[in-house]
Each structure stands twice: as C-alpha cells, then as structure tokens.
C-alpha cells in the first residue's frame, strides 16, 4: 500500500526558504514520476515541480523556475521541494503525488497522478 507523507511546510516571510519533504513509504518509484502540486483556496491544483525517478529529469511550472528545486533520494523513499525566495502568491496547500500514468509531456497535470499524500501548508506573508 503506497502512502505518501508530506512534512516541511510552515509560515515564512516573504524572501525566506523552506523545503518541503514527501516520504514515499512502500512505493518502488524507480521507473516513475513523482510530482509536487499546490492549491490555494479557490484556485485549481498546480503542477508546481515533478522528477523522474529513473534519470533525474525535472520539470517546472513557469513560476517556480529559478527559485524551487526538486530532488530524490531513491533510497530513503523521499522526494524533496526546496523553495526559496518566497512570494505570498506560492501561499498554497502542499501535495506529494505519485504513480504517474499520464502521457509524457503531462507531468505537471494532476490527472496523470494515482497516489496523493494529505499536504502540507506553506504560508508565505
């Protein structure tokens, strides 16, 4: 059974960091894409970074390019968002997302995502 377990999320100035953390527990992700989306409150869930456990390829929404990095560590099961200089407009509910089923291209499209974790909020003023 895969659970998905985000952590790292909190309140922060805007300018400041914070990586947010999903644990993968009892998922082998080494063929698949993992993803990290957020949802502010009345606004659709966002593709914000996804990355291939195989070969490490990343992928970004637009708003975050620059300024949040995805990464994994295949052996501890997690997958990690660091984010830094924080904007109020990245203030959102966290999620994890894995098993990814969806046509290359489409990482950043909830929809292609079987597996989601709880979230974490980021709260940036």
């Known amino acids: 059974h895969v659970q998905l377990v985000e952590s790292g999320g909190g309140s922060v100035q805007s300018g400041g960091s914070l990586k947010l953390s999903c644990d993968a527990s009892g998922y082998s992700h080494s063929s698949n894409c993992l993803g990290w989306f957020r949802q502010a409150p009345g606004k659709e869930r966002e593709g914000v970074a996804a990355?291939?456990?195989?070969?490490?390829?990343?992928y970004y929404v637009d708003s975050v390019k620059g300024r949040f990095t995805i990464s994994q560590d295949n052996a501890k099961n997690k997958v990690y968002l660091q984010m830094d200089s924080l904007k109020p407009e990245d203030t959102a509910m966290y999620y994890c997302?894995?098993?990814?089923?969806?046509?290359?291209?489409?990482?950043?499209?909830?929809?292609?995502?079987?597996?989601w974790g709880q979230g974490t909020q980021v709260t940036v003023s």
């Open positions: 997302a894995a098993d990814f089923r969806g046509l290359m291209g489409s990482e950043l499209h909830a929809s292609g995502y079987k597996d």
């Open positions: 990355i291939y456990s195989g070969d490490g390829t990343t």
